[in-house]
């Protein structure tokens, strides 16, 4: 006797159905967990994790206590013992930094993070500015869509204002990449943003009943697995240093571990870096530089984003420009003086808006040990980074900020105007 068919696809698909069920149930379903252990935020203040940085529940509970934004890329990653994170914990400073950013994020990740983030509002932070994110093409594509978070680009949207030059600007710059296409009713309401119309109906009840619900959840459900502990490491480093804070004594120590750690070659780079990553390829890099600029970039716009978001959010931010290790840069030809240039454009940028607390290093390349490798801050760099960040988050509450924000920032005219006349 044959089964009926109805009986036939329900044993073939009825379980598949039922999950689908309950996985849409589990997304769209309003709940919460309680909230994460203080060793969880803890580890992820440190972690450096991507499910980390496209997230935002864990960030939100750390910067509702003394967690403080410490925003940068891959420089943030060299931790030794003379690094924020190990010296707020062995000093038992006031504030613990939260690292975010890895390799490869740059403004405009930050954009969506910050622009994101809660708990932030006239509180302080710390950004590191790489002079290298400011090539002419700007953030590559691939590196973005990597990093990227629908969830942090729906909040974007659902605040998005369509009169505003730097939502426009940012739903326009989003809509670049392919990313923005992997859901078809924020594409079209970034485009929407972009013309300056406001959401349909139907785009914000999509986002908000549907959208953000779900990536909350997804944000709850994940954002805690696959954390990179670098917390023993930090703790590790923390019982090298003395248990009085005495910069002399600990520029001493970092000069020695500098010259412990730089054995292997002329240029002043960690043994192991110059090993793994340069020693093989040297010839071939020699001059290989001479023609690199970082003048020119629609970075510079990228950036403007974030200067708005920290303006909108009351927040006081200490910008730190790094050097580039000047021995490495006579080998491969790169132009400090275009460097130079690169700089002054930043700091007019930053300064001429109101954003006065900028550490300038970019003169400090020549200084022994204080690179940990071409490009990237380390021992005695780390130390004279913090004898400006001690006293700046000797209070982590922003003082009233007037910015005086332009929007020609936003322009290609900005972008490709070169450094002449800028002070």
């Keep these: 006797m044959k089964k009926p068919i109805g009986k036939i696809l329900w044993r073939g698909l009825g379980p598949l159905l039922i999950a689908v069920i309950l996985v849409a149930a589990l997304m769209l379903v309003p709940f919460k967990f309680g909230r994460s252990s203080q060793a969880t935020i803890r580890q992820a203040a440190s972690s450096m994790s991507a499910n980390v940085l496209k997230g935002e529940n864990i960030k939100n509970e750390a910067m509702a206590e003394n967690y403080v934004p410490f925003i940068g890329s891959s420089e943030l990653s060299r931790m030794d013992a003379?690094?924020?994170?190990?010296?707020?914990?062995?000093?038992?400073?006031?504030?613990?930094?939260?690292?975010?950013?890895?390799?490869?994020?740059?403004?405009?990740?930050?954009?969506?993070?910050?622009?994101?983030?809660?708990?932030?509002?006239?509180?302080?932070?710390?950004?590191?500015?790489?002079?290298?994110?400011f090539v002419p093409g700007g953030v590559r594509k691939a590196q973005f869509d990597y990093f990227f978070s629908p969830a942090q680009m729906t909040t974007f949207l659902l605040s998005a204002n369509p009169n505003s030059e730097a939502d426009r600007y940012a739903a326009s710059r989003l809509l670049q990449f392919p990313s923005a296409d992997s859901d078809r009713i924020a594409n079209d309401a970034l485009k929407n943003i972009a013309a300056g119309q406001k959401l349909s109906d139907s785009q914000y009840w999509y986002l908000k009943q549907i959208k953000e619900p779900m990536s909350d959840h997804q944000d709850i459900l994940f954002s805690q697995l696959f954390l990179d502990n670098n917390q023993p490491k930090l703790t590790k480093a923390a019982k090298t240093l003395p248990g009085t804070y005495d910069a002399d004594v600990l520029d001493g120590?970092?000069?020695?571990?500098?010259?412990?750690?730089?054995?292997?070659?002329?240029?002043?780079?960690?043994?192991?870096?110059?090993?793994?990553?340069?020693?093989?390829?040297?010839?071939?890099?020699?001059?290989?530089?001479?023609?690199?600029?970082?003048?020119?970039?629609?970075?510079?716009?990228?950036?403007?984003?974030?200067?708005?978001?920290?303006?909108?959010?009351?927040?006081?931010?200490?910008?730190?420009?790094?050097?580039?290790?000047?021995?490495?840069?006579?080998?491969?030809?790169?132009?400090?003086?275009?460097?130079?240039?690169?700089?002054?454009?930043l700091k007019y940028q930053l300064k001429s808006q109101g954003f006065n607390h900028v550490l300038d290093l970019s003169q400090d390349g020549a200084q022994p040990y204080f690179m940990e490798d071409t490009i990237h801050i380390g021992w005695r760099g780390w130390l004279k980074m913090d004898q400006t960040v001690r006293p700046f988050l000797k209070t982590t509450k922003a003082a009233p900020v007037h910015y005086k924000l332009n929007d020609d920032f936003y322009t290609t005219r900005w972008q490709q105007r070169s450094a002449n006349g800028l002070n």
């Design 253 to 345: 120590l970092a000069t020695q571990d500098g010259m412990n750690e730089t054995t292997n070659n002329a240029f002043e780079l960690k043994n192991d870096f110059y090993t793994k990553r340069v020693k093989r390829n040297l010839p071939k890099l020699k001059g290989s530089q001479a023609t690199w600029s970082y003048v020119k970039s629609p970075e510079y716009s990228d950036l403007q984003l974030v200067l708005n978001t920290y303006a909108k959010k009351h927040m006081e931010v200490l910008f730190v420009i790094p050097p580039i290790n000047a021995k490495w840069a006579a080998y491969t030809g790169l132009d400090l003086g275009m460097i130079q240039n690169t700089v002054t454009k």
């Design 82 to 133: 003379f690094h924020p994170s190990v010296l707020a914990q062995k000093y038992h400073r006031n504030y613990r930094p939260f690292l975010m950013g890895m390799a490869g994020t740059q403004d405009l990740t930050h954009f969506l993070s910050i622009n994101a983030l809660q708990h932030v509002n006239w509180k302080k932070a710390v950004m590191v500015l790489s002079p290298q994110w």
